[in-house]
């Protein structure tokens, strides 16, 4: 094949978007690593307990553990997702290309000529192939593909709510660098980190990180904004609407798919969910309702996560039905299919043989971009399990918060009063005759004779005549009575209450699996965005 000339001269701005995109991620790990550290140094002394010390170190461990593998397997399926593109791109313009990057033997990258991998060719790539667009494009277009990365789409408009309420709540730090994260890396990730921030609450996550100069920009842009209480709270109303937005984008995304719409469509959808997490620090005060005591907002909560769940359920069966009934021949090939290892006649066999909801699932094997989304929904059903399991989450909380018009059964507690008449707390002096009554042994007690000053000790007993001084009393300022100090009521705050109740929330000593089980089934049968807003709404209510 002929090489074809570049028709566009290098964009650096594509380069930038890269170098950006990675640097983010590394300061934001590295931002949130050390709030995270710095937490778990700083445990309060009630959690200092060996059960309670050695139960943390387990589930921070485990929830670390996830989150470096969700790591993992994005930056490799995102390398191998760029090495297809830019050798589908080399292939188009007629570069002799190696037939493979990477060997079986060998770790890194070693042409068989370093000449041909040329960084001039990688900066032409970057220019001619919008690489991040290209890769939703690539899970929108298809309907079987739509439907692992559409419960991705779902699930991280639960956990931006999660993050406006429980982040702004417990005063966690970086709240809207966990939510870039989910984007810039997967959702797994940034739901693990979120959940360690969790499991730490009870000890003070620094607000600055080392004045770094992202802390010092938000406190300066901090002086223009009025502060807000505590316990202020946008209206419902204003969250409800940008929901309606939310899942309009995620509606028409798998439509704008080949189309010149689709950027903005897919790029509306990444800054609307970024809505409920800065609304609440930039609108104005008229916006919100100040609640004196946080219960208030139970009821607020609980209905927007069950419009979340509704809205999660309905357009998770509406992508399952389209992607059962999609039976479109080759389904399975896109723009980079060219090389992508396919055995036609395996394939061809698979497609006639297996089942409408296998094909589905096996969808995940389509491209590198599609094995992340997948590999992403599974990993978030399994921290979100196991999240549910650690917090001991009830399971009538749960299917409250994801299931419209459900009233659990609450159990009306009855105070019944004594009818014994109660018995008056008697003085002091027949308090003692009775234990002598019950006691006839006598006890003999030791006298302390005091010597008066300058006489006998039979002058300072004597009786002496009413007005005159005794030598055996002690002369100075006569001593005043003893007022009865009047009761005070200590009342303690709405906020002292809240900050008592936080610091007394400790991990069960043992997992509840049934609330897990709970969380699973509703991923595999609602999807996971409606699991996803079952357990947060119940993370948000039950505290």
Same mark, same amino acid.
């Given at each position: 094949?002929?090489?074809?000339?570049?028709?566009h001269?290098?964009k650096?701005?594509?380069?930038?978007?890269?170098?950006?995109?990675?640097?983010?991620? *590394?300061?934001?790990?590295?931002?949130?690593?050390?709030?995270?550290?710095?937490?778990?140094?700083?445990?309060?002394?009630?959690?200092?307990?060996?059960?309670?010390?050695?139960?943390?170190?387990?589930?921070?461990?485990a929830?670390?553990?996830?989150? +470096?593998?969700?790591?993992?397997?994005?930056?490799?399926?995102?390398?191998?997702?760029? *090495?297809?593109?830019?050798k589908?791109?080399?292939?188009?313009?007629?570069?002799?290309?190696?037939?493979?990057?990477?060997?079986?033997?060998?770790?890194?990258?070693?042409?068989?000529?370093?000449?041909?991998? #040329?960084?001039?060719?990688?900066?032409?790539?970057?220019?001619?192939?919008?690489?991040?667009?290209?890769?939703?494009?690539?899970?929108?277009?298809?309907?079987?593909?739509?439907?692992?990365?559409q419960?991705?789409?779902?699930?991280? +408009?639960?956990?931006?709510?999660?993050?406006?309420?429980?982040?702004?709540?417990? #005063?966690?730090?970086l709240?809207?660098?966990?939510?870039?994260?989910?984007?810039?890396?997967?959702?797994?990730?940034?739901? #693990? =980190? @979120?959940?360690?921030?969790?499991? =730490?609450?009870?000890?003070?996550?620094?607000?600055?990180?080392?004045?770094?100069?992202?802390?010092?920009?938000?406190?300066?842009?901090?002086?223009?904004?009025?502060?807000?209480?505590?316990?202020?709270?946008?209206?419902?109303?204003?969250?409800?609407? !940008? =929901?309606?937005?939310?899942?309009?984008s995620?509606?028409?995304?798998?439509?704008?798919?080949?189309t010149?719409?689709?950027?903005?469509?897919? =790029?509306?959808?990444?800054?609307?969910?970024?809505?409920?997490?800065?609304?609440?620090?930039?609108?104005?005060?008229?916006?919100?309702?100040?609640?004196y005591?946080?219960?208030?907002?139970?009821?607020?909560?609980?209905?927007?996560?069950?419009?979340?769940?509704?809205?999660? @359920?309905?357009?998770?069966?509406?992508?399952?039905?389209?992607?059962?009934?999609?039976?479109?021949?080759?389904?399975?090939?896109?723009?980079?299919?060219?090389f992508?290892?396919?055995?036609?006649?395996?394939?061809?066999?698979?497609?006639?043989?297996t089942?409408?909801?296998?094909?589905?699932?096996?969808?995940?094997?389509?491209?590198?971009?599609?094995?992340? *989304?997948?590999?992403?929904?599974?990993?978030?059903?399994?921290?979100?399990?196991?999240?549910?399991?650690?917090?001991?989450?009830?399971?009538?909380?749960? !299917?409250?918060?994801?299931?419209? @018009?459900?009233?659990?059964q609450?159990? +009306?507690?009855?105070? +019944? /009063?004594?009818?014994?008449?109660?018995?008056?707390?008697?003085?002091?002096?027949?308090?003692s005759?009775?234990?002598?009554?019950?006691?006839?042994?006598? %006890?003999?007690?030791?006298?302390?004779?005091t010597?008066?000053?300058?006489?006998?000790?039979?002058?300072?007993?004597?009786?002496?005549?009413?007005?005159?001084?005794?030598?055996?009393?002690r002369?100075?300022?006569?001593?005043?009575?003893?007022?009865?100090? /009047?009761?005070?009521?200590f009342?303690?705050?709405?906020?002292?209450?809240?900050?008592?109740? /936080?610091?007394q929330?400790?991990?069960?000593?043992? %997992?509840?699996?049934?609330?897990?089980?709970?969380?699973?089934?509703?991923?595999a049968?609602?999807g996971?965005?409606?699991?996803?807003?079952?357990?947060?709404?119940?993370?948000?209510?039950?505290?």
């Amino acid at each position: 094949m002929a090489p074809v000339p570049f028709k566009h001269p290098v964009k650096y701005t594509s380069l930038a978007a890269v170098g950006i995109h990675l640097t983010s991620i *590394v300061y934001l790990t590295y931002a949130i690593a050390t709030s995270l550290y710095t937490a778990y140094k700083s445990t309060r002394p009630a959690q200092k307990t060996p059960s309670r010390i050695v139960q943390r170190k387990r589930l921070v461990l485990a929830f670390l553990g996830l989150a +470096v593998a969700a790591l993992s397997l994005a930056t490799y399926t995102s390398i191998t997702s760029a *090495v297809l593109s830019y050798k589908t791109w080399a292939y188009e313009h007629g570069l002799d290309q190696p037939e493979r990057f990477i060997s079986d033997d060998e770790i890194f990258p070693e042409p068989e000529n370093a000449s041909k991998l #040329n960084f001039l060719y990688i900066a032409h790539w970057l220019s001619d192939t919008p690489i991040y667009y290209d890769t939703l494009e690539i899970v929108a277009e298809k309907a079987r593909r739509f439907w692992w990365g559409q419960q991705i789409d779902l699930a991280l +408009v639960a956990f931006s709510m999660l993050l406006s309420i429980e982040g702004r709540r417990q #005063n966690i730090p970086l709240t809207t660098g966990f939510l870039l994260l989910a984007h810039l890396v997967n959702l797994s990730f940034a739901q #693990n =980190l @979120f959940y360690l921030a969790l499991l =730490l609450r009870p000890s003070p996550l620094p607000s600055r990180i080392g004045g770094s100069k992202l802390s010092v920009a938000f406190s300066r842009l901090s002086r223009f904004i009025s502060p807000k209480p505590t316990n202020w709270h946008l209206h419902p109303f204003i969250l409800l609407m !940008i =929901l309606c937005l939310n899942y309009g984008s995620i509606f028409l995304l798998p439509y704008a798919a080949d189309t010149s719409s689709f950027v903005n469509v897919a =790029l509306s959808n990444r800054v609307l969910t970024f809505l409920p997490l800065i609304l609440p620090t930039i609108a104005p005060m008229s916006w919100g309702t100040f609640h004196y005591y946080p219960r208030n907002t139970y009821g607020s909560a609980m209905t927007l996560f069950r419009t979340i769940s509704v809205a999660s @359920f309905v357009l998770h069966v509406k992508s399952s039905i389209a992607g059962l009934i999609y039976n479109i021949p080759n389904s399975h090939y896109h723009r980079h299919s060219v090389f992508f290892p396919w055995d036609v006649e395996e394939r061809a066999n698979w497609e006639r043989t297996t089942a409408a909801l296998s094909k589905i699932l096996g969808s995940i094997y389509d491209h590198p971009a599609v094995t992340a *989304v997948g590999l992403d929904v599974l990993g978030c059903a399994l921290s979100l399990g196991l999240w549910a399991a650690v917090r001991a989450t009830d399971t009538q909380d749960i !299917i409250e918060s994801a299931v419209p @018009f459900h009233k659990r059964q609450r159990y +009306v507690e009855r105070t +019944v /009063e004594d009818e014994r008449p109660s018995t008056p707390i008697k003085a002091d002096s027949e308090l003692s005759e009775d234990v002598a009554s019950e006691h006839p042994m006598t %006890l003999r007690r030791r006298e302390r004779r005091t010597k008066s000053r300058g006489g006998s000790v039979a002058s300072s007993n004597g009786p002496s005549d009413e007005g005159s001084g005794t030598l055996g009393q002690r002369r100075g300022r006569p001593k005043k009575p003893k007022q009865p100090e /009047e009761d005070f009521c200590f009342m303690p705050t709405p906020s002292q209450i809240r900050q008592l109740a /936080e610091e007394q929330i400790v991990p069960a000593r043992e %997992l509840d699996w049934e609330s897990a089980a709970l969380t699973w089934g509703l991923a595999a049968f609602a999807g996971l965005g409606s699991a996803s807003a079952g357990v947060f709404g119940a993370e948000c209510v039950s505290r």
